[in-house]
């Protein structure tokens, strides 16, 4: 059974960090994993999506890495700023059985000015 | 495209009632998905379709909850009859085969 981990739960870092979000899935027979955005009562936003035969995505200040072998992905968040402050998931796409997705429980981050 | 389309964005309902939830995915998108999300456990998977044809049902909790697809720009979550334990924000998604997942704002549904 797939399980997807992140870590940490909540982050706190000052305006101007860099800062990284790991994702951690059990089993590597993905495929793809996605990281998303939400906001607080929003629904969710798409950031990147890393298909599972790329290694990295990046878009503006973001980029995401896979490495399936050893089921871990990062997003890094270059400079950071307070309007980043939202919960960050990860999302897993089965490659067998149908194609479920299996989403981490998030981590909070907030970043002060 | 104005994104997936979610109805009614707040749900108040008696223990008892019936409830039903709409969704309206992104034109062109072939695969639908039903979350419910909980502080307590998170975002959990509880149905979806591809091509209008349920392919998972297993995260739908009990004989109580039922969804439907009678065709490709719409889809139902019904509860019935609804508990206090229903509670939550049900988010409806859409993508285009196994290519980026699109979500709505979600419902919050809260169950008295």
């Known amino acids: 059974k797939q399980e997807v981990t992140q870590i940490p739960a909540a982050l706190s870092v000052p305006e101007g960090e860099n800062l990284v979000l790991n994702c951690s899935f059990t089993d590597s027979a993905i495929y793809n994993l996605q990281w998303f955005r939400q906001d607080p009562g929003k629904g969710l936003t798409s950031l990147l999506l890393i298909q599972s035969s790329q290694r990295e995505q990046t878009s503006g200040r973001l980029n995401a890495s896979l490495d399936k072998s050893s089921g871990r992905s990062t997003l890094y968040i270059a400079a950071s700023q307070p309007g980043d402050s939202a919960t960050y998931l990860c999302?897993?796409?089965?490659?067998?059985?149908?194609?479920?997705?299996?989403f981490g429980a998030g981590t909070r981050l907030f970043v002060k000015a | 495209d104005a994104g997936v389309i979610q109805s009614p964005r707040h749900e108040v309902t008696e223990m008892g009632q019936e409830v039903t939830l709409r969704c309206k995915p992104i034109?062109?998108?072939?695969?639908l998905f039903w979350y419910r999300q909980t502080m307590m456990r998170g975002l959990e998977l509880l149905i979806y379709?591809?091509?209008?044809?349920?392919?998972?049902d297993s995260g739908m909790p009990e004989d109580r909850f039922s969804a439907k697809m009678p065709n490709a720009s719409f889809s139902t979550l019904k509860i019935q009859p609804s508990e206090p334990r229903d509670s939550a924000v049900y988010f409806c998604?859409?993508?285009?085969?196994?290519?980026?997942?699109?979500f709505g704002q979600g419902t919050r549904l809260t169950v008295v």
């Open positions: 999302a897993v796409r089965l490659g067998t059985g149908g194609f479920k997705t299996i």
């Open positions: 034109s062109g998108h072939n695969s």
């Open positions: 998604a859409s993508s285009l085969g196994t290519a980026e997942a699109f």
């Open positions: 379709f591809n091509n209008n044809v349920p392919i998972d």
